[in-house]
């Protein structure tokens, strides 16, 4: 378990976090966007799954569906050699993405 033991407390429509992490994003993505919510609790996650929701389809787009979200980068491959970094300003922030030409 990479997370602490508390976030196993916290459910979202029966879910808890662990549990979520633990999915391949494929079978994620279908999750979060079924989520049965309320209508105060939509209004208080709506940018939380606004980020959330973006990055699962980035990911999927780019063909990574078979990744779990409690993997560590050290388990990622580094790719091909000739990767440089690429960074559109504003597009996705946080973090850094490769772009194989």
């Known amino acids: 378990m990479r997370l602490r033991e508390e976030t196993s407390w916290v459910k979202v429509d029966g879910h808890n976090i662990q549990s979520m992490i633990e999915l391949p994003l494929d079978e994620l993505e279908p ?13 208080v996650a709506k940018r939380l799954l606004y980020e959330i ?15 779990t979200l409690n993997r ?28 194989s030409g």
């Open 31 to 43: 999750m979060i966007n079924g989520l049965k919510l309320s209508e105060h609790d939509k209004e």
């Open 53 to 67: 929701t973006t990055r699962l389809e980035f990911l999927l787009k780019v063909g990574l569906g078979y990744l």
């Open 72 to 99: 560590t980068s050290n388990t990622l491959s580094g790719g091909k050699p000739k990767n440089q970094p690429c960074h559109e300003p504003g597009k996705f922030s946080g973090g850094i993405y490769l772009y």
